[in-house]
């Protein structure tokens, strides 16, 4: 008899299971699982959780590096190198069968600007490693705030925040984030930053899951309206710039009185956006 899948054993479909798993994280799955399923679960994400170090899995825990990291790939759950916050098992259970979840979501583009003619000017191999750094520091700044990393194409980087790995208050992570890849790429200190960057956020629904890319292969991303926007945003910001939607300032509560509301007309949109911006040159001395 072919064994069971997880969520033949939790008695859910595999949408079911994603979108618990996206909105309510893993204690989810404890309540939802019959009893055994249940204890093995707890067991193995407990003990994957007691290996070092950071970073890890957001999901089961698994470690990606130090002493733990070769038995996690024996057990195929080494780093997925489409989505860097997963390991590939994880990751699997979605694309295996396709799984896809509206939730609430917000996400962050954050694009390096003028990139053409940077590249230009530098020699190749510089500006691959500057592209490099400019991914390290972010993937590290999205991932210790709980995000999941969507992209990193050219001289973009995307994540996004659902509330269950990052609990309910994800848009607020997703603008502080935003201000710490401003604060590590050197906007917010007065100088030049080594890296000249534009930022956009913005929250609301989206479909969160498996995707065709051709060929058989699936990737896990965020699609909607959300994600178009937060896209847009980033596109229209200026260096150390953060354009965000008025549902970032709302539901992170930030403080936007030294700031001015824009209503910008983003391209394939037929609405136009209230947003804010904060500019890296009002704190600078």
Not at 36 to 53: D, E, G, Q, V
Not at 222 to 246: P, Q, Y
């Amino acid at each position: 008899m072919k064994p069971k899948t997880r969520h033949e054993m939790f008695g859910q479909s595999p949408d079911e299971m994603w979108k618990i798993w996206l909105t309510e994280g893993n204690e989810a799955y404890f309540r939802i699982a019959p009893p055994i399923p249940r204890i093995l679960t707890k067991i193995s994400y407990s003990i994957f959780h007691a290996i070092p170090s950071d970073p890890r899995c957001v999901s089961c825990y698994a470690p990606f590096q130090g002493p733990g990291a070769p038995i996690m790939r024996a057990l195929g759950r080494e780093r997925s190198q489409y989505s860097p916050s997963l390991c590939e098992g994880c990751e699997n259970q979605a694309k295996k069968f396709g799984a896809r979840a509206e939730v609430p979501v917000t996400m962050l583009f954050a694009d390096m600007r003028g990139s053409t003619t940077v590249a230009e000017e530098m020699d190749p191999r510089e500006f691959s490693s500057l592209i490099s750094k400019f991914y390290s520091t972010s993937t590290r700044i999205l991932g210790d705030s709980g995000a999941l990393i969507d992209k990193l194409i050219g001289d973009e980087i995307s994540g996004y925040w659902v509330p269950g790995i990052a609990g309910p208050e994800h848009p607020r992570l997703g603008y502080e984030s935003a201000m710490e890849i401003l604060k590590k790429t050197g906007h917010l200190d007065g100088g030049d930053p080594w890296i000249p960057v534009g930022i956009g956020v913005h929250t609301g629904m989206g479909v969160v899951g498996a995707v065709g890319k051709g060929d058989g292969m699936t990737d896990i991303t965020v699609l909607g309206d959300t994600a178009n926007t937060a896209a847009r945003l980033a596109s229209n910001a200026k260096v150390g710039e953060i354009l965000f939607s008025d549902e970032i300032a709302r539901e992170a509560n930030i403080d936007t009185q030294s700031m001015k509301m824009r209503k910008l007309k983003l391209k394939g949109k037929s609405k136009s956006v209230d947003t804010w911006t904060f500019s890296s040159s009002k704190v600078q001395d």
